[in-house]
């Protein structure tokens, strides 16, 4: 292309023009870097210069030269500065800052959070190290520091933050813990007026859909609620999610409460607090003595001594029209939530995890290739309403155990060929169980009396909470007996309570030489109440 061009050299002045001073006006509200221009002589030996500026404006000028629509983000900061290789992009740079070295136990601790992050864990082990030697406490004032306990204590201005219906639930109602018991109790009363409300109509402007239950006197509904709960309690403490209504009833209808507790389908008059029949399953004998005693079981061994433990009475409890609150049970639904009792509609199951070493090599004692065994094995208790139950040690899982666990599958076609499904029953153990206390609990009152087969003296030894079993041996000559206490697995308000039983002993007796062994607990878990459906009521 030829230099001298005198119409590409009007073109080029004119251009340089426009550009410097759109450059000039633009240079003037920014900070940072500026376009800087260079005027060149009139005469063709600088017609070469160029004009330096930003990319974004070479190419927004570019493109208004060759009329090609950009669009350019004045507004926006230099975010590049740390890339320059001037004068001005020095020390920008991350890697060009001074790390300070960290000196108190804290910094060292966010220092290693910090390179945790990033992904260098060896550094990250180190620091760890550095800062727990100078402080072995840093982690809890890391968490002070960063976490502490006013904020996430403290409750939020507006409950219902997303805007929902009420009827919708939001997770800012709720807490880790569950609310508390005063909270709940006034939430409860709160609902003393609340009637049973229509659903809403399917469409709007519609008259809503009939109600009939809201109708009901209240008399009528809760006879209703009394029927469900005899039926299933579970079901009955479901109707409380209704509607505010039920929930107060639910909650507060102590009537409902007392049948549950009085009745035999759920409640106390289904336990037994002596022994109602022999370990083999059958009846005790109901003649009676001269002094009007039950005569004794031949076959009882819990009338012998045993080292750690204490006699045990088969004196039957007084009779008494109704069970009584007291300070410990201010209501019934505090009784039945709270008084241990055995559940039929299920079974007790313990899970047994544990490592046994295997055989070393004889060339070499390295532990690295010396194999490890994980051991595991189930116990089961099903407890009937006649006082007997089964027991079962074996290493098949629930699943395909807990609906054979009736009587009719004790010791029936169990030979070792057998490959019917029941054919885990065949190390089955027949047994009987009872509570200990009584049924209706007297005032703990001291009294004078020194004959330790007395009723009052038997009840305060024994205290209410613990099981007894005793079972049949793996062979004939031997008698199991567990003792074992209720407990509750969690503590969180409003959670299940008793439905797990710890070991307290495990005995083995020699019929033929009186003699008692205790078997060692080391490896053995505590029982969790499962529910199984099959088992309807456990009738």
Not at 399 to 420: A, F, P, Q
Request: charge should be neutral.
């Amino acid at each position: 292309m030829d230099e001298n061009n005198p119409d590409l050299e009007t073109f080029r002045k004119e251009w340089r023009k426009e550009v410097t001073a759109r450059s000039s006006a633009r240079g003037q509200n920014r900070s940072g870097n500026r376009a800087h221009t260079q005027s060149g002589k009139a005469d063709g030996s600088n017609s070469n210069a160029r004009i330096q500026l930003p990319p974004s404006e070479v190419h927004e000028e570019a493109g208004s030269v060759y009329g090609i629509n950009t669009q350019a983000y004045h507004d926006l900061e230099n975010r590049d500065d740390a890339r320059q290789l001037g004068l001005e992009g020095i020390g920008i740079h991350p890697s060009n800052f001074t790390s300070k070295e960290p000196k108190s136990a804290l910094e060292h601790y966010e220092k290693a959070i910090e390179r945790e992050d990033q992904g260098n864990l060896g550094d990250s082990l180190s620091l760890y190290r550095k800062a727990f030697r100078l402080d072995a406490d840093v982690d809890r004032i890391y968490k002070n520091k960063h976490f502490p306990l006013s904020s996430t204590t403290t409750k939020p201005t507006d409950p219902n933050t997303s805007n929902a219906p009420v009827t919708v639930p939001n997770t800012a109602h709720h807490s880790l813990h569950g609310p508390s018991s005063s909270t709940t109790d006034q939430l409860v009363a709160s609902f003393f007026n609340s009637s049973i409300a229509n659903a809403p109509p399917l469409i709007e402007g519609s008259p809503p859909p009939p109600c009939p239950i809201a109708s009901i006197p209240s008399e009528t509904l809760i006879q209703i609620l009394q029927d469900i709960a005899i039926v299933d309690i579970a079901s009955f403490a479901r109707l409380s999610l209704v509607c505010k209504r039920f929930a107060y009833l639910v909650a507060t209808e102590d009537r409902i409460w007392e049948r549950i507790c009085h009745g035999r389908e759920y409640g106390f008059a289904a336990m037994h607090y002596n022994w109602t029949s022999t370990v083999n399953g059958h009846p005790l004998p109901t003649t009676l003595k001269a002094n009007g005693l039950p005569v004794e079981d031949p076959l009882d061994i819990s009338t012998l001594t045993l080292t750690h433990t204490i006699p045990f009475s088969t004196i039957p409890p007084p009779s008494s029209p109704s069970l009584a609150l007291s300070p410990i049970y201010s209501s019934y639904k505090t009784m039945f939530r709270t008084r241990p009792r055995i559940r039929f509609n299920g079974c007790y199951i313990s899970t047994v995890n544990y490592h046994r070493p295997g055989a070393s090599s004889s060339t070499s004692n390295a532990t690295y290739t010396s194999p490890v065994h994980i051991v595991t094995y189930y116990r089961y208790l099903r407890f009937f309403r006649d006082g007997t139950c089964v027991s079962l040690l074996t290493t098949v899982e629930p699943v395909d155990v807990v609906h054979h666990l009736t009587k009719e599958n004790l010791h029936t076609h169990h030979n070792r060929e057998s490959l019917l499904p029941s054919a885990v029953m065949r190390h089955a153990l027949r047994g009987r169980w009872r509570l200990s206390g009584s049924l209706y609990p007297s005032p703990r009152t001291p009294h004078t009396d020194t004959n330790p087969h007395t009723h009052q003296a038997q009840e305060e030894k024994e205290a209410e909470g613990d099981i007894h079993i005793e079972t049949e041996g793996v062979d004939p000559k031997y008698m199991y007996k567990m003792h074992l206490s209720f407990r509750s697995p969690g503590r969180e308000v409003g959670g299940t309570r008793n439905n797990k039983l710890v070991w307290k002993g495990f005995w083995s007796y020699n019929r033929l030489t009186d003699d008692w062994a205790a078997f060692a607990l080391r490896n053995d878990r505590a029982f969790f109440w499962s529910r199984v459906r099959s088992y309807g009521m456990g009738w």
